[in-house]
């Protein structure tokens, strides 16, 4: 099953989208994938909330996937480099909030659910910047199953391109006290000046001692090394019909190096493969090859004191 995309070959600066379309729909695309891989035997994370927001947007190919995930390392290669990176971001979070960190900030949060998921310290607040169809249609479905966040959450209602920090700062964020950054799966799909605003911006927020992880499972999209790659692989789909290259600027700066020359320590950055074999796994032969052509970038980083 497929689904034919609803917007333009490319992304305009001005285009609008929410969670059933456009860029928007990565994010339900991933909790696709999530959603398969808390189903599978020997799952990294278990996201439960995932499925719910598949059957709510009543996508066909995801409702079809979820029906039918398959059991073979083909098969159950998205859903897997999916369930790393989950993994990834859920450490990351865990291990800030046993420094002592008490702010946390999902930046373009999507249908994350890690306010519901994790077992976060006492007094800790989670701030969820996203747009408001994608906030209101996560509230409402989780709303709808009686779900509660596991800290204080709150919505921040932003477009990334506009001026997001003085929403949040509204929303009661405490630029002098450290926080937690996630920035997952959206720089791909910002061009070069948004990245470096949205770095920029970071940077200005965030207290010494506060804490960034970057990441996705891509730093570009091949659509014809994906194409090659299912026609060797049949059981490989990572998304119907729904060309996302389209949607991605692959000319920027490397994210790693403009942290570590604006004042943060940046630790050694990692590919999906290398967090499976940090976690245990022997990466498969397909994941590699994804992997080979995807360029997936996983960094952390501490911002230094300043002076």
Known sequence: ???????????????????????????????????????????????????????????????????????????????????????????????????????????????????????????????????????????????EHGARPKAHRIEVAADLRTDWPTPLRAAGFDPQSPSAWSVEGVLPYLTDDAQTALFARITELCAPGSRVALGALGSRLDRAQLEALESTHPGVNMSGDVDFSALTYETKAEPAEWLASHGWAVEPVRNNPELQAGYGMTPPDVDVMIDSFMRSQYITATRRAKG
């Open 1 to 143: 099953m497929s689904r034919t995309p609803e917007f333009g070959s490319l992304r305009s600066e001005d285009d609008d989208w929410d969670i059933v379309s456009g860029v928007g729909y990565t994010a339900l695309l991933v909790a696709g994938w999530r959603a398969v891989h808390a189903a599978s035997p020997q799952p990294l994370v278990r996201d439960d909330y995932a499925r719910l927001f598949i059957a709510a947007a009543r996508d066909p190919y995801l409702a079809g996937v979820l029906a039918n995930p398959g059991t073979t390392e083909d098969e159950t290669a998205f859903p897997r480099l999916y369930g790393v990176q989950t993994r990834f971001f859920d450490d990351f979070f865990t291990s800030a909030g046993k420094a002592g960190i008490r702010q946390a900030v999902i930046v373009a949060a999507g249908l994350d659910s890690r306010a519901y998921r994790l077992e976060w310290p006492e007094d800790t607040t989670v701030f969820e910047v996203d747009l408001p169809k994608v906030l209101e249609f996560k509230a409402r479905v989780l709303g």
